[in-house]
């Protein structure tokens, strides 16, 4: 079947239902799409295999034998916010659908549904939280390097580079693709310029992970989108050109 392809390794996914017709059906259809499935037919077992760990989403249905889709939500969020959940919910249950969301569910899909849809909404879901994770990790990482104690650790690693801003004449200017070039003389930036280095890095990874799209990197970055713009024309990053090498596949080239 038609499916988008899904980045990184095939992710783990937890199909909650009572019905086993239901699960098989389920399983084996996600399974062909490219993930890999587990699966329980009450929610106490459900949680039980979650805190196993290692999976990427978990999709339950609403109505289970002894804990409904709703106290699952809760209880998984409650254990790791990271992990989407998705509720399926049957026809006409709208209002359970919304408070599935309101108590942390990352999406919710009514029946009858294909399983293709699923797979999709699944799809969609671990990769959401796999870029959020990621910007968590860049987000701390230049937290960390630019705390007060890493300032000497921030001069020493960019002591080479300078902020992109210029026309590339050796010193310390763009090159006019976006990344800085060498000092000339090699010696250690200002702690303001450091620091602008590093912005400059996470906003191109958060425009790499999103194909050059400014509204998901600014989401990414916790930012409006206007201000994420104000910062790219500060910074001197061109997001058209994470596009055009979107578009022709050549993101990690840049």
């Given at each position: 079947m038609e499916q988008r392809e899904l980045t990184g390794s095939k992710p783990r996914v937890l199909v909650i239902d009572d019905e086993e017709s239901m699960r098989?059906?389920?399983t084996k259809g996600l399974e062909r799409a490219g993930f890999r499935c587990a699966s329980a037919a009450t929610g106490r077992g459900g949680v039980e295999q979650f805190v196993g760990g290692g999976f990427d989403a978990v999709l339950t249905d609403v109505k289970l034998p002894d804990l409904s889709g709703l106290d699952i939500t809760a209880i998984l969020v409650e254990?790791?916010?990271?992990?989407?959940?998705?509720?399926?919910?049957?026809?006409g249950t709208m209002e359970i659908a919304l408070e599935a969301m309101r108590r942390g569910a990352k999406d919710y899909i009514q029946k009858p549904f294909a399983v293709e849809e699923v797979a999709r909404i699944l799809a969609r879901a671990v990769d959401e939280s796999r870029l959020s994770r990621e910007n968590r990790r860049l987000r701390a990482l230049v937290e960390r390097r630019l705390s007060p104690e890493g300032f000497e650790e921030v001069e020493a690693q960019l002591a080479s580079y300078a902020p992109t801003q210029g026309n590339g004449n050796g010193n310390g200017q763009a090159n006019g693709n976006g990344r800085a070039t060498p000092t000339r003389d090699g010696g250690p930036l200002?702690?303001?310029?450091?620091?602008?280095?590093?912005?400059i890095q996470y906003v191109q990874e958060l425009l790499v992970q999103t194909g050059g799209n400014v509204a998901a990197a600014a989401r990414l970055a916790g930012?409006?989108?206007?201000?994420?713009?104000?910062?790219?024309?500060?910074?001197g990053v061109d997001a058209n050109r994470f596009k055009e090498a979107a578009r022709r596949g050549r993101l990690r080239d840049l």
């Open positions: 098989h059906a389920l254990m790791d916010a990271a992990v989407p959940v998705v509720v399926m919910t049957g026809y200002p702690l303001r310029e450091a620091q602008r280095g590093f912005e930012i409006s989108r206007p201000n994420f713009h104000k910062k790219l024309k500060t910074l």
